[in-house]
């Protein structure tokens, strides 16, 4: 699993495949939705004239099947954060709707994060995060709930870093963060 990002096609393909081939005996008010939301965030910390400077640029993408009130799916996460380090989380979730907001919990199966400025090349590790949101159709629906929506949400992230280049740790990294993102998903 070097490459994450290259085998991030291939399971959001099956996935949504699985996904498409169960929305065949959907009811009606049943939906699926397809979203990608982005944040970015720029930061510079200087002490006598250097330091550390750049900006993060996270992306989130999610397949939700939705029934009434009760939605499932996965997403994927990718950070960049400057040219030195990118982050990379996947697997599974769960949202409750009560339209137009929703809450969600997601499991990350796998949280890398890669360097290219130190001798670690890489720290891997599971986590889990939670959030809130909303998402607001825009235009004409396609359908009693399909259409375009703009989505707002701020989700909390909490990662367990357990191994360093292949070698388990013997404390594990723990990370928590917080972070708002806005985006545009479709709904069918």
């Known amino acids: 699993m070097k490459n994450i990002l290259g085998l991030a ?4 393909t099956f996935l949504t495949g699985s996904f498409g081939y169960a929305a065949g005996a959907a009811k009606v008010g049943d939906k699926q939705i397809i979203s990608l939301s982005a944040m970015a965030l720029s930061s510079s910390t200087q002490q006598g004239g250097s ?7 996270l992306s989130h993408s999610e397949y939700v099947y939705s029934w009434s009130n009760f939605g ?5 996460s990718y950070d960049m954060q400057g040219s ?4 990379s ?11 137009p907001f929703y809450l969600e919990l997601g499991y990350a ?15 891997t590790g599971d986590g889990i995060y939670y959030g809130v949101g909303a998402r607001f159709n825009l235009g004409v629906a396609k359908g009693p709930a399909g259409g375009w929506f703009f989505q ?5 992230r909490s990662l367990n870093i357990k191994k360093q280049d292949g070698a388990v740790l013997d404390e594990p990294i723990k990370q928590n963060d917080g972070f708002p993102l806005i985006g545009m998903g479709y709904q069918f």
Do not use: C, H, W
């Open 9 to 12: 096609p291939v399971i959001f």
């Open 152 to 156: 707002a949400s701020y989700k909390m």
């Open 84 to 87: 030195t380090e990118k982050d």
């Open 109 to 123: 199966l796998m949280a890398k994060r890669a360097y290219t400025d130190r001798t670690i090349a890489e720290q």
């Open 89 to 99: 989380t996947y697997g599974p979730k769960v949202e409750v709707n009560f339209d």
């Open 51 to 57: 330091g550390p400077s750049g900006s993060t640029v």
């Open 72 to 76: 499932a799916g996965f997403f994927f």
